[in-house]
């Protein structure tokens, strides 16, 4: 096994007869380099749009939300909710209850979310820390307030600067009966002033309006009901475990989902997208990994000479393919790492400098360079795979190596 490992090294790294044996060795290193790093590159630039995408969900989404398995609102058991707010990692828990409604400001009209939310969504929620304009009330003195999402406001041309015009609410009621659909006693409505605008990501945006449960209750026509507990952790809790805890408590009449299960279509979509550019990439990368085929090719024609020698002394077929199969994953791997070291390279100048920018002129873009973020796993994925093709791709031309008659070249010479 060491002779023909020894052997392709030297036919690799020996002077060749023909120069264009050398060139298109470097060719073939060359182009499974440029591949491997493209590949890096794009892989690790499309996980930093992922987790920028995942930081925004999570300013909105809790670290845990419990919901009623059927139904939109539950009675919310306090004994429950007190042994989970002890539970070591958790920071604290909050009420909500959402639905859709009606939103009106002037003569401008936005179907959207009312959310409500208790006393101690403010302390857990990062939603203060995306505040666009004014400030996050939703309560004094004189009465309750709403935060509303900057594309609701868009929609109603609403603004924080007018006192006159309240924000009005319109749900359906639930005390209603079918022979008043159209009528206005179908409807509950409710006026709130605007505190603040919030901007965090565009689905949000355009359809929450965060209001004090009170507000909310009284406008759904609930009196203790809620949509869901939002549980919010402690840094580097263990969420699996406290998930599995809660699931446990609450039963199997409740659904208990951390932030991935909350956005599960979301993330499908992403990892669906993130194999789907994989699979385009590596067959750019198939392409420039074989030319390996006419790399060894060349090699094997200008190597009759020892081939037909080695038959001679009497070795066998497999020994000398496997001459030109190791050279070919020389070749592979000088240029596997070769490209994996060059994409990681790129990638650590763009975290560090953020040299390639993202065209952000006349709009609010959350960033203003392309999000890098490398993750060893692609890294060996891409690597392996590199070293997989071109095994494949060598094994062509080393099955051909021994098909000629290389004893008459000898008789010839």
Known sequence: MKLPISISLRYLLGKKTHHAINFVSGISVAGI?????????????????????QSLYNVFDPDIKITAVKGKVFKPNEDIKNRISSMAGVAGISETIEDNALFRYRNHQHIGLIKGVDQTYPLFSHLREKILQGEFVLSDSTGPYAVVGAGVAYYLNMGLDDAFYPLEVFVPSRKSNLSALFSEEAFNSLAIRPSALFSVQQDFDISYVITPLSFARKLLEYSTEVSAFEVYLKPNADIKSIQKKISEMMGSGFKVANRYEQQASLYKIMRTEKYAIFIILAFILIVATFTLIGSLSMVISEKQRDIAIFMAMGAPTSYIRKVFLYQGLWISVAGGIGGTLLGAFICFLQQTFGFVKINTSGS???ISQYPVEMQGMDFLVVFVFVVIIGIIASWIPARKSTQKSFIAYLRVE
């Open 364 to 366: 609010s873009f959350v």
């Open 33 to 53: 380099l440029t591949g491997t790093a493209a590949l890096v590159i794009i892989l690790s630039v499309f996980n930093g749009f992922q987790q920028v995408i």
